[in-house]
């Protein structure tokens, strides 16, 4: 079953995981989507940053409208995002980004990112907006932050019949290890402080 | 009364009207939310800015998974969103709005706006962002831009007994009427670039 960004993204049953997992069924650590959403609750709890995620698309075919309660959407689809999954605005500049976890030990599969998601950041970044990826090994445990700028070459040049995939080297080497903050478990801003501040 | 471009803008909402009358529809125009969104695709088309409209934010509770063909949603409820639903980067500034219209003929009731809204829109404020609401009185086809800045104070008025409305008069005279312009039929960057440019 194919799904936007080729990951199931039913929030409900991510939550059911996850409680699952603190429950003690299993020792992974949260999901990267997790921890960003906790980053950045924290990053506005603490006036430090207003990003959110965006919610996921939903084409609503079907609606009830029962008496005395909510309306129910009986029919409905998932639509592949047309933007990155997450925006907001940071020391007056609009920052954007897309967050990936690949279990690969070796690299990172573009198939990860989308097409319209690349053209997406490219405008973006044309528009003076900071733009990245945040790029997790799950088995590592290890989180980068890839400026936008630095992917791009990657991704054009699987276009024109290279490489499929960023080695975990090359992200290591062009990337930035992204700080673990006991809050802010995602902490993000600090390599955007390094980079443009 | 501030006119960008010095000029009034309502003869153009005349034609759309006198055009649509002609074919025999009724002579309300479009929603403002689809005028929006075409102004919007044309900005991304021109490159002059990239903004999107947010999903509609919906609860997933149930997800029917056939063979063969795409996961079904069959039970999901309307969430109220936390944001605003319009936000992007135009000029190397994260813009974020909000637009309403209103049939009322004499004021724009704040009840369309949630304090979670105005919330957001203090705090994208605080961090350097464009922000402002879009305010349409459909039934003269007029539709106006309002600073956040300028919003606030009458939205906290009526949080301690003040009037819980804003009238059309003061609209007005403290915002700017936002220019029809035959691709971008709500051509709010126009306001932008006198404003802030």
Redesign the interface.
């Known amino acids: 079953?194919?799904?936007p960004n080729g990951k199931k993204n039913?929030?409900?049953y991510q939550t059911l995981s996850s409680t699952r997992r603190s429950q003690g069924f299993s020792n992974r650590g949260m999901t990267l989507e997790e921890d960003i959403n906790a980053t950045n609750t924290y990053y506005?709890d603490r006036?430090k940053?207003?990003v959110?995620k965006?919610?996921?698309?939903?084409q609503?075919v079907n609606v009830h409208y029962p008496k005395r309660s909510?309306?129910?959407?009986?029919?409905?689809?998932?639509?592949q995002?047309?933007?990155t999954d997450y925006?907001?605005?940071?020391?007056?500049?609009?920052?954007?980004f897309e967050a990936k976890e690949t279990k690969n030990k070796t690299r990172f599969p573009l198939a990860n990112i989308h097409e319209h998601q690349v053209r997406?950041m490219k405008?973006?970044t044309?528009?003076?907006?900071i733009c990245f990826l945040i790029i997790r090994f799950s088995n590592f445990g290890e989180t980068f932050y890839m400026p936008a700028e630095v992917f791009f070459p990657y991704w054009d040049e699987q276009l024109n019949g290279g490489k499929k995939s960023i080695s975990y080297e090359t992200i290591v080497e062009k990337g930035y290890p992204i700080p673990f903050h006991y809050q802010a478990r995602v902490h993000y801003l600090a390599v955007i402080d390094q980079l443009y501040f």
């Open positions: 079953m194919h799904y039913n929030h409900t506005r006036n940053a207003i959110h965006k919610p996921t698309p939903v609503i909510a309306a129910v959407i009986t029919e409905g689809y998932f639509k995002p047309s933007t925006n907001g605005v940071y020391r007056n500049k609009h920052i954007d997406h405008s973006v044309k528009h003076g907006g």
